[in-house]
């Protein structure tokens, strides 16, 4: 092959490769699904599924109950003895931290199963009260299994793969909803302050 047919050939392939690497990292914006998800909810909020949730008292809530408040949501399963603990612990702790602007009604907790078939309102209840929350603005539910489930977390990006032991592995982050119920940022769990300061700056507007 002659050199200008070399260069030309290195230069398609390069461009496919640019391409590609664009379109799998968000315009080469991000280069894990992560910060991807992170900059696609920043760039264009998320509304809340149209799903019902039952909660740990046993009533039925929807997304339209929790309109007109600030929510942190995380996703959890209860006999998770690794990051769901570390999770509740911090719930638990931001439920103490934000306990003002709980009692405004203007901050709830959220904290879904993705173990439904498992966790039910029982395993729910002790769930919280095994982190150290109470009931008062720390809201833990379970969406129906099924297309239910599949809904909030694929609004959420949450990724759940049998560890084959009888758990989960799945990605965690703390994230923050307006109160038009709309997803607007996907913080890192294990830094809560990234969450609080977004909430607090929103609850200053």
């Known amino acids: 092959m002659s050199r200008p047919r070399t260069l030309l050939a290195s230069l398609v392939i390069a461009v496919a490769g640019v391409a590609t690497l664009a379109a799998a990292t968000d315009g080469l914006q991000a280069f894990t699904s992560e910060s991807a998800l992170r900059a696609s909810v ?3 909020p998320r509304p809340l599924p149209d799903a019902p ?3 740990a008292q046993g009533t039925w809530i929807d997304a339209s109950d929790l309109r007109g408040r600030w929510l942190l949501v995380d996703f959890v399963y209860t006999r998770c003895s690794t990051y769901c603990m570390v999770q509740g612990g911090t719930f638990a702790r931001l439920q103490r931290d934000l306990a003002t602007p709980i009692a405004q009604g203007r901050v709830v907790l959220v904290s879904l199963s993705f173990d439904p078939a498992h966790d039910g309102p029982a395993q729910l209840s002790d769930y919280r ?6 009931s008062e603005g720390w809201i833990v539910a379970r969406p129906r299994a099924g297309d239910d489930l599949k809904a909030w977390l694929r609004t959420f990006g949450v990724v759940v793969v049998p560890d084959g032991l009888g758990g989960f592995v799945h990605n965690a982050a703390i994230n923050v909803v307006d109160p038009e119920g709309r997803l607007v940022a996907v913080t890192d769990w294990q830094s809560p302050e990234q969450a609080l300061a977004i909430l607090q700056h ?3 507007r």
């Open 53 to 55: 949730l039952e909660t």
């Open 42 to 44: 920043v760039r264009k």
């Open 202 to 204: 929103g609850l200053a």
């Open 129 to 134: 009260q095994r982190m150290g929350g109470r």
